[in-house]
Structure formats: C-alpha cells, structure tokens
C-alpha cells in the first residue's frame, strides 16, 4: 500500500488544493490530507474556520475520489507520517516562491525521516490561488466563487459576514 499525506492548514480549503488532492489519488493508493491543528504556528484565533469545519468541509469535497481520507494531527508531519505508515508527502508548488520554503521544509523532513516530499506543479489556471488570497478579496467583496467549492464559498461569505458584524 503506497500512501501519501497533503499536509495543511486548508483554512479554506480552494480549487488548487484539490486539484493537487485528486492528482496525488491518482499517483498512490491512499491519500490522506493531513489538516495542521497546531496552535503554535498561527493561533486557532487567527484562523477564519476551525478545525473541526475545515475537515468537514474537506471530506464533502474528496467525496468524489475513493481513495482520499481526511485527519486531523498536531506535531511534527513526519511523526504524523509514521503513524499512519504513509511513504510520502505531496505538495503543490505554485511557483519559485513556494520552491524555496518548501525545499527547506523538504530537507528537514528528510532529516527527521525517510518520508519522501513530492512536488506536483499546480495547474498554471491556479497559481495565483491560495487560501489567504482568496480571504483576503471575499472580505472586500470580491468575487472567488470560482477558486474555491461551492460548498466553501457559502460558508465563507456567512463566516466573513458574521465577523463584519462582529459576531
Ligand atoms: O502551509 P500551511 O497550510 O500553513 O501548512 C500548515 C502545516 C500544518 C502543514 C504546517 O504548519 C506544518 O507542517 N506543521 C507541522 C509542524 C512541522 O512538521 N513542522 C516542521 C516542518 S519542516
């Protein structure tokens, strides 16, 4: 059984994500996208959704592809990776940005274990896609009902709505 693991924050999940989730499907026989429930890296307050709504939204979206599960881990991935006996980790890359923190992140995974990292190069349609983008234009009304399911973009609009009224 070849698995791999997406690791992420998905704080929302977005079309390039899935796009990279239904490729990595068709490369091993199980993926798991790994949803990052640290509270070191960024405060849960920090985050729009929480992890228990980023993971439901994640499963209602991997639905059409058999082979796709969702979790949730805190810690290092690596460890993460060893307990669930995943082979590899796969990420997208967007582009030079990307490369360079990834690369990094990459080699110290690669110290810490011998999980293997597998980029896969977005579809060059979402390159400019990412969750913090696409926060960022809905709260000043732009339009991302194209960038992210359309399951996300009514939670978004409700979650950025209530945060504008205060709630
Ligand atoms: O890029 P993202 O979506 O913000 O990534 C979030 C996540 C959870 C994948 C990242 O913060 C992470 O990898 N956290 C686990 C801690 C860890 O393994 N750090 C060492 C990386 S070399």
């Given at each position: 059984?070849?698995?791999?693991?997406?690791?992420g924050?998905?704080?929302?999940?977005?079309?390039?994500?899935?796009?990279i989730?239904?490729?990595?499907a068709?490369?091993?026989?199980?993926?798991?996208?790994?949803?990052?429930?640290?509270?070191?890296k960024?405060?849960?307050?920090?985050?729009?959704?929480?992890?228990?709504?980023?993971?439901?939204?994640?499963?209602?979206?991997?639905?059409?592809?058999p082979?796709?599960?969702?979790q949730?881990?805190?810690?290092?991935?690596?460890?993460f990776?060893?307990?669930?006996?995943?082979?590899?980790i796969?990420?997208?890359?967007?582009?030079s940005?990307?490369?360079?923190?990834?690369?990094?992140?990459?080699?110290?995974n690669?110290?810490?274990?011998?999980?293997?990292?597998?980029?896969?190069?977005?579809?060059?349609?979402?390159?400019?896609?990412?969750?913090?983008?696409?926060?960022?234009?809905?709260?000043?009304?732009g339009?991302?009902?194209?960038l992210?399911?359309?399951?996300?973009?009514?939670?978004?609009?409700?979650?950025?709505?209530?945060?504008q009224?205060g709630a």
């Open positions: 059984m070849r698995r791999a693991v997406c690791p924050s998905f704080d929302p999940v977005t079309n390039g994500h899935l796009d989730f239904g490729r990595a068709a490369l091993f026989d199980e993926v798991v996208v790994a949803v990052g429930v640290n509270k070191s960024s405060t849960s307050s920090s985050r729009l959704f929480t992890s228990d709504e980023r993971l439901e939204m994640i499963g209602a979206a991997v639905s059409p592809w082979n796709v599960k969702v949730g881990f805190t810690g290092l991935v690596t460890d990776c060893r307990e669930i006996e995943a082979q590899a796969v990420k997208g890359l967007r582009g940005g990307d490369y360079d923190y990834e690369l990094q992140m990459a080699q110290m690669a110290h810490l274990t011998d999980v293997e990292t597998v980029f896969l190069m977005t579809d060059p349609s979402m390159s400019f896609v990412s969750s913090s983008l696409v926060k960022e234009v809905a709260s000043f009304g339009d991302v009902s194209g992210v399911p359309p399951a996300v973009f009514e939670r978004l609009t409700v979650r950025l709505a209530e945060r009224q």
